[in-house]
């Protein structure tokens, strides 16, 4: 048994060294024949790339892939450039998938080609429209499709959103697979709510309240009637926009060392709303300190500029205090006759007596031209409307002064919403070319109206006019009204710079057809037009010249109407002028400024009447606080019959209402009071020319020859948002009416020349159809013969 085991175990043994030896064999045949045919193949013969083979494409051109790559036929298999190869197919956006492999010697190239674009598609948007979101997203119809830009577009729309304060919107984009390797995209969107600011907090404010620094910022909190604008919504922008506002308003008050250590917009957590925080540093306040002015040019003596800085010393610090203190100086130096100057501010602080010395330092500055005059913005407007109102032309000397000038004069034009005017270098450093920089606004308007007067019965009117008559810069209007007693058409058509003189020509026609009177006791007739030319004498200075030719006629006139409204036809043939002085800031809504203009006319050139009028009227605006202006204006006038000719009644002045208020339309002066034998009851009419005026409810107002009005007015702040426009009103109106051509000595006339006075309270609301203005007045000094008036109400725009 043993001896079996042992001689089995020799014979494995033996069977595996013949395995080892035959494999052996093998080996050594296989090296063999490896060697002989590195015998028959050149060495390194597939290292060489013998073809280039493509896979995959479809729409795309082989010769266009071919062109994206860095290898050629003939180039050797670099691993590198293939590898750079395979980045720049990507880099197109046309694949969705590049492979290279090599086959012997030959480099394949496997493209899966992205899909086109059929149409893009938005679902869900209520709040933005379709047109807004694909103008915001770059992908289009027959464009390569990509995961990149449709994730870049998801971006751009979400942005839109949080824009318009809807920080909740999300967006899922989703793509529709279509034969012939096209897909269609949908934006699935969700807008949210509105993400509103719930709060505005500050931390560190101690010299001002919360509240008071609300009024300063744009951003506001979310309230009910805050439906106008979008400022409750979060804008980053607008808060980036806030922080410059409160630092201008910190330096105008003194703190020149104030700074904002951060400004964070929260978002709640459901997503709701944000609340904003503020966190300041307010520093100490400072006073101004010395006043100095230095001039290192020749024949400039400093003193003289003295009285142009625009505060003293002790006054708080003002940041904005400097800022207009250079411009008055510069316009004052500029007026002086130095058109090159330079005035630089030298502030030297002192920390312990916290006050700020500024040393304004002028000097003779470079000497620059004007090269070029650049107007952008104008789609509508002619270049030369606007560039008629620049005070200077290529080649003149750059003057500060004549580019504010032109900036208002651009600005009055009523044109543009907004303009600016500012100097960019020019072509050597001596030029420099001024840039216009207009944003249009409408000129036309259409206005439509419908109501009831218990006067007038029921009234209608359509209005038409165009400030900027096919971009010229011409006005033409067209006005047609129509009521129970009163129709009226008229027309008119101004040109600017007439004959391409700084003068503006104009012609009015007009039609008139009133019936009078609470029983219609009389109807009157005016036909006529006006010819208008004015011109500026100076910035400040302008005269206008008219001629007014107008026929009137009154018939129907009731046998118990006074005599001293007399009927018949008349012609007037006047010619006047008006002489104005104008330093306002603004004509609308003036804060600071006068205005005087002195008019005379003279009715005599030809026509029935005969008379010289004489009128005056001014006003004075001081914004002697944020927000807070008085006004003081008033108006006077007489009027004189020539040759003994009376004044009639559509020559006379009628006052009340509009310039008195507390007192009815035609309210105060002469009115008739009957006859001696008392045969006629009183009459019930005003008569009122050359536009119809409600007459009073009891007597019969004639007019007077002489009047004066007055007013003194105070506008503040009512504690409502800004955004709302609303301002309070409390004013004094003062003046008389009195005289009349009497030659009936049984004919009564109640007149008296005391001072009528009247006291009121009223609120203005600048809406975007024009400013409204509601005014309640009690006449406290007034005659028995009086008709008074509690409620005022005005509705448009007043120049």
């Known amino acids: 048994m043993q001896m079996r085991t042992c001689l089995g175990g020799i014979l494995r043994r033996k069977l595996k060294a013949l395995l080892a030896v035959v494999g052996l064999v093998s080996m ?29 494409a479809q729409r795309i051109e082989n010769e266009t892939i071919l062109s994206y790559m860095l290898i050629r ?74 995961r990149t830009k449709v994730q870049s577009d998801v971006r751009r729309i979400l942005e839109l959103y949080r824009r318009s304060g809807r920080f909740g919107a999300t967006v899922s984009p989703k793509a529709i697979t279509l034969p012939q390797n096209r897909v269609d995209i949908v934006f699935e969107i969700n807008e949210g709510e509105t993400t509103d600011i719930e709060r505005i907090v500050f931390i560190g404010n101690r010299h001002f309240s919360d509240g008071e620094l609300r009024e300063v910022i744009i951003t506001s909190e979310s309230t009910w009637w805050n439906i106008v604008t979008s400022n409750d919504s979060y804008d980053p922008d607008r808060l980036t926009f806030d922080r410059e506002l409160l630092r201008r308003f910190y330096l105008s008050e003194g703190y020149a060392d104030f700074r904002i250590i951060s400004a964070v917009a929260e978002l709640s957590p459901d997503r709701s709303g944000f609340f904003i925080t503020f966190n300041i540093d307010e520093g100490d306040r400072y006073r101004f300190g010395k006043i100095d002015v230095t001039s290192s040019i020749k024949n400039l003596t ?119 005017i500012e100097n960019l270098p020019g072509s050597d450093i001596d030029k420099t070319v001024i840039r216009v920089s207009v944003v249009e606004q409408p000129t036309g308007e259409l206005t439509l109206g419908a109501g009831f007067s218990t006067d007038d019965g029921p009234l209608a009117s359509i209005g038409i006019s165009e400030r900027n008559f096919l971009g010229r810069g011409q006005n033409l209007r067209a006005n047609f009204s129509l009521s129970g007693k009163t129709q009226q058409v008229d027309f008119g058509f101004t040109q600017p710079y007439f004959l391409g003189y700084n003068m503006v020509a104009g012609v009015d026609f007009f039609r008139i057809d009133n019936e009078l009177g609470d029983n219609d006791t009389f109807a009157q007739q005016s036909i006529g037009g006006n010819l208008r030319l004015g011109y500026e ?28 409204v007399a009927g018949g036809e008349s012609l007037t043939s006047l010619i006047g002028q008006d002489l104005t002085f104008d ?102 009419v005003a008569f009122p020319m050359p536009s119809p005026i409600t007459p009073p409810e009891s007597g019969d107002s004639l007019g007077g020859k002489y009047f004066y009005t007055g007013t003194v007015e105070v506008g503040f702040p009512t504690g409502l948002p800004e955004s709302l426009g609303v301002q309070g009103i409390i004013f004094t109106d003062f003046g008389s009416l009195w005289g009349i051509d009497n ?45 008074t008036q509690l409620i005022h109400f005005s509705f448009g725009t007043t120049f």
């Not at 610090?317 to 630089?344: H, M, Q, W």
């Not at 006379?652 to 001696?676: E, V």
């Not at 009564?748 to 400013?771: A, K, N």
């Open 28 to 56: 050594l045949f296989a090296a063999s024949a490896a060697t002989a045919t590195e015998h028959d193949v050149p060495a390194g013969a597939y290292d060489i790339v013998a073809a280039i083979r493509i896979e995959g």
């Open 537 to 564: 004498i100076s910035e400040h200075w302008r005269q206008s010249w008219r001629y007014t030719l107008r026929q009137d006629d009154i018939t129907d006139i009731d046998p118990d109407l006074s005599p001293l």
């Open 73 to 146: 036929v003939g180039d050797p298999f670099d691993p590198g450039r293939m590898d750079r190869s395979l980045k720049s197919l990507f880099a197109t956006g046309l694949f969705s998938d590049v492979a290279l492999r090599r086959e012997i010697d030959i480099l394949v190239v496997r493209v899966v080609e992205n899909p086109v674009i059929n149409r893009i598609a938005f679902e869900g948007n209520r709040k933005l429209s379709k047109d807004d979101l694909a103008a915001e997203v770059q992908l289009r119809s027959r464009v390569v499709y990509t």
């Open 302 to 420: 400093p003193e003289a500029l003295l009285d142009r800085v625009t505060y003293e010393e002790g006054d708080w610090y003002d940041a904005d205090k400097i800022e207009s203190t250079i411009n008055a100086l510069t316009d004052e130096v500029g007026i002086l006759g130095f058109a090159f100057v330079e005035i630089r501010p030298d502030v030297q602080r002192d920390p312990e007596t916290r006050t700020m010395t500024i040393i304004f330092q002028i000097r003779e500055g470079p000497r620059v031209y004007v090269e070029r005059i650049d107007i952008v913005g104008n789609t509508r407007t002619l270049d030369y409307v606007i560039r008629r109102e620049i005070q200077l032309v290529e080649g003149d000397a750059f003057n500060t002064q004549k580019i504010q000038i032109s900036r208002r004069r651009v600005q009055n034009l009523n044109f543009f919403e907004s303009s600016e």
């Open 743 to 787: 030659d009936d000595p049984n004919e009564i006339v109640l007149d008296s020349e005391s001072m009528r006075v009247s006291i009121g309270v009223g609120v203005q609301i600048v809406t975007p159809f024009g400013p409204v203005r509601v005014d309640v007045a009690q006449a406290v000094l007034k005659e028995d013969f009086d008709e």
């Open 583 to 684: 330093t306002r800031n603004n004509r609308q809504f003036p804060t600071e400024g006068y205005f005087v203009t002195v008019g005379l006319d003279y009715a005599g050139l030809g026509g029935d009447n005969k008379f010289i009028k004489l009128g005056a009227r001014g006003g004075f605006y001081w914004g002697f606080a944020e927000g807070w202006t008085l006004t003081v204006s008033g108006e006077m006038g007489a009027i004189e019959g020539i040759d003994g000719d009376n004044v009639l009644v559509q020559n006379r002045f009628f006052t009340g209402g509009n310039n008195l208020r507390g007192f009815a339309p035609s309210g105060i002066g002469p009115r008739d009071g009957g006859t001696m034998d008392n045969t006629r009851p009183a009459p019930t």
